[in-house]
């Protein structure tokens, strides 16, 4: 008899012991509660170190379907940055070494620029920290940190704090709030306001912490500080070498891209992380290429796969599933239903399209047009986010009505019913994702029992693959459950 695996992602399904704020205990589930109490389970951790992010870090889409396609924990760039200072390696690192050398050689000046909060988000200034130190125990004798404030990620008065600690480290040659020097939308006066400061211009007679305190009296937070220059300033000239601390790659392009393509010539350039495939700047921390994705194993064995969900996570479970891979792989097809349209928020309309969803896995499952099916549904995650109790309730009961409906069609087709969650959202509501655990059942008539009762998303893949009998890749270290 042919193998054949259905794995569903229910978005934003974690697991919570208490009935306060919780939709998913305080729903009718019985569906569930059947699949639960009747099938092998585990609880999957799905936030922090399990999923390659911070302790107590919760986990997000994108970070859990890359994870269960990847079968591997993917280092995020934060955590990675940081264990790399943390281990010494950041400071052998080559690139940063090189561009260091080359500035001392020519005995010009380091310019730092980044975002300056403990944030997490775009930036840490522990990595600025790193940098500054490095710098200094290599013998480079000027150093100018342009200093970015935040405000958004942070508390909208913290850029002080932050700028007073840097003061003591280096010099803070200018600074800028991230509305100017951090804007992503194609505002390009705010971006040349932040690039004028930086290549022209005298220094003031004012320190940084001076000038944020100035602001501060005038009601301007963090965010909005225009930029200005320190009685420290030097501007970014030809022969200087620059360095983008900010790990966030979306936020920093168009100041690079000024500089690039505007800029003073033979300014030599590093990113802390890639922020374009096409930008002519060395880059410390390049991306790790994800090979032998559970969907490119699968498409290698000639398995025909099918992708089902709604537009809010079609992305999520092809390009994102697929380890960021746009193409689809040979033998992948996609059905994508379109979400409603004519709502402002989910909880409008809780149901979603999570039914029609589960008609295109039924039928699939009835014609057994592929062995292997992937279908995210989304109602306790999107509807999760609207904050709206009772519509999250109906949001829930939606999705165990379908779970009933694929468990029967799953048993019927000879199909291995796989139920899990990417995060939590529905079980402790307050519109954001939580660092709860999710559940992991198994219908199968060739499992009894799983290995362990608990795991991570990261041992779903393998999973997949022991089911279907193919020999799991030494990239994926996960470990099958069954």
């Known amino acids: 008899m042919k193998k054949r695996v259905c794995l569903v992602i229910l978005d934003g399904w974690g697991l919570r012991d208490r009935d306060e704020g919780n939709a998913i205990r305080q729903a009718k589930t019985p569906n569930f509660e059947r699949l639960w109490h009747a099938n ?16 107590g870090q919760m986990g997000t889409s ?35 070494n090189r561009l260091i050398g080359n500035i001392k050689q020519r005995n010009s000046t380091l310019h730092l620029l980044g975002l300056v909060s403990d944030g997490g988000v775009h930036s840490h200034y522990s990595h600025l920290f790193a940098l500054i130190k490095m710098a200094k125990d290599l013998g480079l004798k000027k150093v100018m940190v342009h200093a970015f404030t935040d405000g958004r990620d942070c508390s909208p008065r913290s850029g002080l704090g932050f700028i007073e600690d840097l003061e003591r480290q280096a010099k803070v040659a200018s600074v800028s709030g991230r509305y100017f020097a951090m804007d992503r939308d194609h505002n390009w006066e705010r971006t040349d306001k932040a690039y004028r400061l930086l290549t022209r211009g005298q220094p003031s007679q004012t320190i940084a912490s001076e000038i944020i305190r100035i602001r501060y009296a005038k009601k301007i937070t963090d965010e909005f500080i225009k930029p200005t220059r320190t009685k420290d300033f030097r501007p970014v000239k030809t022969g200087d070498g620059a360095i983008f601390f900010n790990f966030r790659n979306d936020r920093p392009r168009q100041l690079l891209e000024r500089f690039l393509e505007k800029g003073p010539k033979g300014v030599e350039w590093l990113t802390l992380t890639r922020y374009k495939p096409e930008y002519p700047v060395a880059v410390a921390f390049p991306p790790v290429e994800l090979n032998n994705s559970l969907g490119e194993i699968l498409a290698r064995n000639k398995i025909k796969q099918l992708r089902v969900t709604e537009t809010e996570k079609f992305a999520h479970l092809t390009f994102f599933l697929n380890c960021k891979r746009e193409e689809a792989f040979e033998g992948e097809d996609r059905i994508m239903i379109d979400s409603y349209s004519d709502i402002a928020t989910h909880d409008e309309k809780p149901q979603m399209r999570a039914r029609e969803i589960t008609a295109e896995i039924l039928q699939a499952m009835r014609e057994k047009t592929h062995e292997v099916i992937f279908a995210n549904l989304c109602n306790a995650d999107m509807v999760g986010h609207s904050g709206n109790f009772p519509a999250t309730v109906k949001a829930v009961e939606t999705i165990d009505e379908c779970l009933g409906k694929l468990g029967a069609a799953a048993r019927e087709n000879n199909y291995d019913l796989l139920i899990t969650a990417d995060h939590g959202n529905a079980e402790e509501l307050k519109t954001s994702h939580t660092i709860n655990p999710v559940p992991f059942i198994i219908q199968s008539r060739q499992c009894r029992k799983l290995n362990r009762d608990e795991a991570g998303l990261v041992d779903i893949a393998p999973t997949v693959l022991k089911l279907l009998g193919i020999v799991q890749p030494k990239e994926m270290t996960g470990e099958s459950l069954v």
């Open 40 to 55: 092998p389970h585990a609880v999957l951790h799905a936030s922090g170190e399990a999923m390659g992010l911070p302790k």
């Open 62 to 96: 994108e970070i859990g379907h890359m994870t269960m396609g990847s079968g591997r924990i993917i280092f995020q760039d934060l955590p990675k940055i940081s264990q790399a200072i943390e281990s010494g390696e950041f400071f052998t690192n080559s690139s940063i």
